[in-house]
């Protein structure tokens, strides 16, 4: 799983085998250990409970949760994404954007085995 932030802003790339790891136990996460030893996690998992996408942040750990009837619509499909923008403090939005992940043809000593190859562009100049 990738994480990409940039000011409100978080993109979650999941591969082939972490939407499948999603759809049998309803979550997965990824874990940064740093020095000292600080540990962070990031997860994107499914809330029976929830009726849009949301993002929280509790003790090093940033949790994304979507909806099951659309985490499953999405799983079960070719839709490549979901996308949310959700209200917070300061009149500002938080852009979620969930992935499946494209190869990057750009990066030639990356693994692109585990990737959506059938999804992406016939020409992508990047990833």
């Known amino acids: 799983m990738k994480l990409r932030t940039t000011h409100n802003s978080i993109r979650i790339r999941l ?8 759809a049998e136990q309803g979550q997965v996460i ?4 740093f020095p000292m030893g600080t540990l962070f996690q990031f997860a994107l998992q499914i809330r029976e409970s929830e009726n849009i996408a949301s993002a929280a942040l509790e003790d090093n750990v940033l949790t994304v949760s979507l909806p099951a009837a659309q985490a499953r ?13 959700i209200t ?3 009149g500002e939005e938080l852009h979620l954007l969930i992935e499946k992940d494209f190869p990057c043809l ?3 000593e990356e693994d692109k ?3 959506f190859w059938e999804l992406a562009p016939e020409s992508p100049e990047s990833c």
């Not at 990824?30 to 250990?33: A, C, D, V």
């Open 73 to 85: 619509s999405w799983i079960n499909s070719n839709q490549v994404g979901i996308e949310e923008r």
């Open 113 to 115: 085995s585990d990737t």
């Open 15 to 22: 591969r082939k085998s972490e939407i499948q790891e999603i």
């Open 106 to 108: 750009d990066r030639p």
């Open 30 to 33: 990824e874990s940064i250990r």
């Open 88 to 90: 917070v403090p300061e």
